[in-house]
């Protein structure tokens, strides 16, 4: 069966750092591109962040380039966010997706997506 399961939301204050974790079960992250998106509230499905298999190449929607960083441990068959200076526009439920291509993951489309963790960035 397989399972995404994200954590490490919660509150924090603009400017604040969050890391997000989403642990895999079911399939090997290894052999699998993985992304980040994100839904804010009345808004769309966004992609955040996507990596490739390995690890060698990653992509960063324009409004968080620079904010946040993509990793994963294959070992231990984990994804991450590291997500710093946030700001009111990053409150969203995050999602972590496995991804059919690299190019699939910018237009939203994936294999298996998480239930999400929620971020509030309030003062």
């Known amino acids: 069966q397989v399972q995404l399961v994200e954590s490490g939301g919660g509150l924090v204050q603009p400017g604040g750092s969050l890391r997000l974790s989403c642990a895999v079960s079911?399939?090997?992250?290894?052999?699998?591109?993985m992304s980040w998106v994100r839904q804010a509230p009345g808004k769309g499905l966004e992609w955040v962040s996507i990596?490739?298999?390995?690890?060698?190449?990653?992509n960063y929607a324009v409004s968080v380039k620079g904010q946040f960083t993509i990793s994963r441990d294959d070992a231990k068959n984990m994804l991450y966010l590291q997500m710093n200076s946030v700001n009111i526009e990053d409150t969203a439920l995050y999602f972590c997706?496995?991804?059919?291509?690299?190019?699939?993951?910018?237009?939203?489309?994936?294999?298996?997506r998480g239930q999400g963790t929620q971020v509030t960035v309030s003062s």
């Open positions: 997706a496995r991804n059919p291509s690299f190019y699939a993951a910018t237009q939203l489309q994936y294999n298996y």
């Open positions: 079911g399939f090997t992250i290894g052999n699998s591109v």
């Open positions: 990596i490739s298999i390995g690890g060698g190449t990653t």
